[in-house]
């Protein structure tokens, strides 16, 4: 039975996970649960699932906690709580902390356990290099949970030659709006995605495409590839998540329906694998669609792909600045157009600076917060 550790419980991939867990468990034995603040869910999976350990930010959060759940469960609170909770060791840790706050986290998380399913973008993408030296340096295996860096992993095997992989991207809600029709978007509609049920920010950067530049990132430090080799195919139904070509021109895809309990059940039970969602239904008649990408209708996307070849701090602060973006956004503070205008201003007037450890990306991260929240006051 291996112990898992899980980063962000009472999220979207938190839960999905814990529900995968729920059909296997005398595979697995949850050894810690972690929240930012959601008392009510964090107790209902304390109660179903008995942890030992139990982390919650919000530190006046924590005090309601310890007033609901048994004294023999250790309570973890504020930020040094959560570097605590990621100094706990287990078989298995299942990183689903959203945005940069998982980097920290991650990192000491990464000396304690035996594998890590990382669920999280943006720690890659603002310190790749940094993850994955660090994981080599104390043999942890990290599974991508992300469903398309996920399908990847599933259909790159050593020795294939292959010669670029795709990944697929639905487009979003607004694939199809014209530039005035985005200028009045609003943000009921922003988070009507489609084919996937997501948290809001991964939604809205789903919108804008941001997150498949992000994807790019990933692939580029999950495998090794190079940006050229890395493709990007928009596919509406999102029932392929990625497909790799090899260099006979064949196509291999990884195929099933718009549930992340697939890859989240892959990365936790790898290698094998175990029954956990409706497979696809070849008894009814569907058809799926591929088409170009035209990188220029999607600003975020070109500003991400030019960014991540600079090699630079441009990344981490270009997350920073899409953070902070989608929170004004969401409380309708501004305009889902406001976005881009304000992205373009911070890229063009950055220093650029290398990342050498841990240290710079968190100095450029507040550095690029500042500047984005002043900008947006000038707004």
Same mark, same amino acid.
């Given at each position: 039975m291996?112990k898992?550790?899980i ?5 979207s ?19 810690g ?46 930020e040094?709580g ?13 990183m ?6 998982a ?22 993408? =603002? ?9 080599r340096?104390f043999? =942890?295996?990290?599974?991508?949970v992300d ?5 990847i992993?599933?259909?790159l ?13 639905s ?6 709006y ?14 009507a ?18 997150n ?29 998540h ?5 260099k ?15 890859p ?10 175990m ?8 008894? =009814? ?14 600003p ?21 600045c ?7 956004f ?12 304000v ?8 220093r ?28």
């Open positions: 291996k898992v550790t980063f962000g419980s009472t999220g991939i938190g839960r999905n996970a814990l529900s995968v867990i729920r059909k296997n468990k005398a595979d697995f034995k949850i050894h649960l972690s929240t930012n603040q959601n008392v009510d869910i964090i107790c209902s999976q304390i109660k179903e699932f008995s942890p030992s350990y139990v982390c919650i930010v919000d530190s006046k959060k924590a005090e309601l906690l310890k007033k609901r759940i048994a004294k023999n469960i250790k309570i973890f609170s504020g040094e959560l570097c605590e909770f990621a100094a706990l060791s287990s078989d298995i840790s299942l689903a902390i959203s945005g940069i706050n980097l920290k986290p991650l990192m000491i998380n990464i000396k304690y356990a035996k594998r890590i399913a990382l669920a999280n973008k943006e720690s890659i993408v =603002t310190a790749g290099s940094l993850v994955f030296n660090k994981a340096r043999n =942890t295996e990290i599974i991508p469903s398309e860096i996920n399908a992993f599933q259909l095997k050593p020795g294939l030659d292959f010669k670029k992989v795709y990944l697929t991207a487009g979003g809600p607004l694939l199809d014209s530039a005035s029709e985005l200028s009045k978007v609003s943000v009921k509609k922003v988070l995605h489609p084919t996937w049920e997501m948290g809001r920010k991964i939604t809205v950067n789903s919108a804008t495409l941001l498949k530049g992000f994807e790019v990132i990933e692939s580029h430090h999950f495998f090794n590839l190079d940006y050229s080799n890395i493709g990007i195919v928009i596919h509406r139904e999102s029932h392929v990625a497909l790799v070509e090899f006979d021109s064949s196509l291999f895809a990884c195929m099933y329906q718009p549930d992340m309990k697939i989240i059940s892959f990365a936790l039970n790898y290698p094998k694998r029954p956990v969602s409706n497979s696809e239904n070849f008894k =009814t008649k569907f058809s799926l669609t591929f088409e170009p990408l035209e990188v220029k209708k999607f975020f996307l070109e500003i991400i792909l030019e960014a991540a070849r600079r090699k630079d701090n441009a990344l981490v602060i270009l997350n920073a899409d953070e902070v973006l989608v929170e004004y969401l409380k309708n503070k501004i305009k889902f157009i406001d976005m881009q205008k992205m373009r201003h911070i890229f063009s007037n950055y650029a600076q290398k990342i050498n450890n841990e240290n710079d990306v968190f100095y450029w991260d507040d550095w690029a917060r500042y500047k984005t929240k002043e900008y947006l006051e000038k707004l």
